[in-house]
């Protein structure tokens, strides 16, 4: 069974940088396409980016593009999440999510009911 486990939030200044990781455990990453959310406080969970199994194709929320990259490396079993210029707006709880994904990937897959197994998440604070 699918097991994930992030790292990297911290507090941060406005403008700066984080790179999050998504540790995956009990199953072959290249199986699943994976994807980061966030959650603010008092708001609902957001797609934040996604990244097919391969790794040639990915997606990102309108609010992250140009700022976050998300990559993987399933030698690894690994999947990752650049953030650059981070804005106060982007704190929140970010969570590692997978979709099992065994044949043809198909649409953006942006709604959290589409992802089979969760993080714990990791706390990203952006700080004035």
């Known amino acids: 069974q699918m097991r994930l486990v992030e790292s990297g939030g911290q507090l941060v200044q406005a403008g700066g940088s984080l790179r999050l990781s998504c540790r995956a455990n009990?199953?072959?990453?290249?199986?699943?396409?994976m994807g980061w959310f966030r959650q603010a406080p008092g708001k609902e969970r957001e797609f934040v980016a996604r990244i097919r199994k391969y790794g040639v194709n990915t997606y990102y929320a309108d609010s992250v593009k140009g700022r976050f990259t998300i990559s993987r490396d399933n030698a690894k079993n690994s999947v990752f999440l650049q953030m650059n210029k981070l804005k106060l707006e982007d704190t929140a709880v970010y969570y590692c999510a997978s979709r099992f994904a065994p044949g043809i990937e198909t649409g953006l897959r942006s709604n959290p009911t589409d992802y089979d197994t969760w993080g714990q998440g990791t706390q990203v604070t952006v700080s004035s």
């Open positions: 009990g199953d072959t990453l290249s199986r699943y396409s």
